[in-house]
């Protein structure tokens, strides 16, 4: 599991904003269907509630979705997540390959869910990037801040897997990783080792890459400083109990359980 060793201080977006922008990559990285591409709109209302780094490709990737036949995205989206390693959305599957590591590691996610109040009620995994950041936005911002730091290795993977296949949701883990700190030093050199090895016992299947600026979800620069809370007041359509946009029901993956929130 990826940890921070020199970079220790967390630059944050503010709550409201965290819980809209992995509202909507967590929408965006969901298999296209009729009823997604009908919510892509919310897409465009939250647009005004994050800053442009955020905006701007999430709002891509739904011009994308919106335009493009669904059958042709629906095939899209298999090839790029469900046949190749490369696309793989499970964070803990490139730190811990498939091994009993792995086990134990979806277990401390289910553990972490439970302590916010939070029970898994379906099939899916609790590492599957869409039902970490769903669970970010409507449960518990704090709890999945941390998780997605435990994996920004995977995280990353991910991302310069997508951007090398140049795939059009690679802009949704964009995103995703925007959101975070900025990584350097040891941080980058670690996840550059982890897309060389690739996971135990099974190879990836990306080429070696050095410490390069694609390791950077920041491309222009430092990262963006933390703003402060009263910038953007949380919205009408995410009330301040970290519900989701409306007509987005929580994810199918898990419910509240005995959550005061």
């Known amino acids: 599991m990826f940890r921070r060793t020199r970079h ?20 965006l990285l969901d298999y296209p269907t009729e009823t997604l591409v009908s919510r892509l709109g919310l897409v465009r209302q939250a647009e005004g509630e994050l800053p442009a780094y955020l905006a701007e490709p999430v709002c891509r990737l739904a011009d994308h979705l919106a ?19 490369r696309g793989c959305l499970y ?27 939070v ?4 099939s899916e995994l609790p590492d599957h990037l869409g039902v970490v950041l769903e ?12 998780i997605l730091n435990d994996h920004r290795a ?3 993977v991910l991302r310069v897997s997508l951007q090398e296949k140049q795939s059009p949701w690679a802009d949704a883990v964009v995103a995703v990783s925007r959101t975070l700190p900025e990584l350097v030093g040891d941080d980058a050199e670690a ?27 920041y ?12 910038v953007n007041p949380l919205p009408d359509y995410l009330d301040p109990q970290g519900a989701p946009l409306p007509g987005l029901p929580p994810h199918d993956a898990y419910s509240t359980v005995g959550a005061d929130r």
Not at 69 to 79: A, F, H, K, T
Not at 91 to 117: C, E, I, P
Not at 119 to 122: A, D, G, K, T, Y
Not at 220 to 230: D, H, I, N, Q, T
């Open 135 to 146: 669970f970010g936005a409507t449960a518990d911002v704090d709890a999945a801040w941390r």
């Open 219 to 230: 491309p222009w620069g430092a990262a963006p400083p933390m703003l402060p809370p009263s």
């Open 67 to 85: 335009q493009t036949p669904l059958g042709r995205l629906q095939r899209d989206y298999v090839e790029t997540f469900d046949h190749t390693r």
């Open 8 to 27: 220790t201080a967390t630059v944050r977006l503010p709550d409201d904003q965290l819980r809209i922008a992995w509202q909507v990559c967590s929408l």
């Open 154 to 156: 995977s995280l990353e």
């Open 91 to 117: 964070l803990t599957y490139f730190t811990a390959g498939d091994t009993r590591k792995r086990g134990v590691a979806l277990v401390q996610l289910k553990q972490a869910y439970r302590r916010s109040g």
């Open 191 to 217: 996840i550059a080792r982890l897309i060389e090895q690739g996971p135990p016992a099974e190879d990836v299947g990306l080429a070696p890459y050095a410490v390069d600026p694609r390791l950077n979800p």
């Open 119 to 122: 029970e898994l009620n379906s």
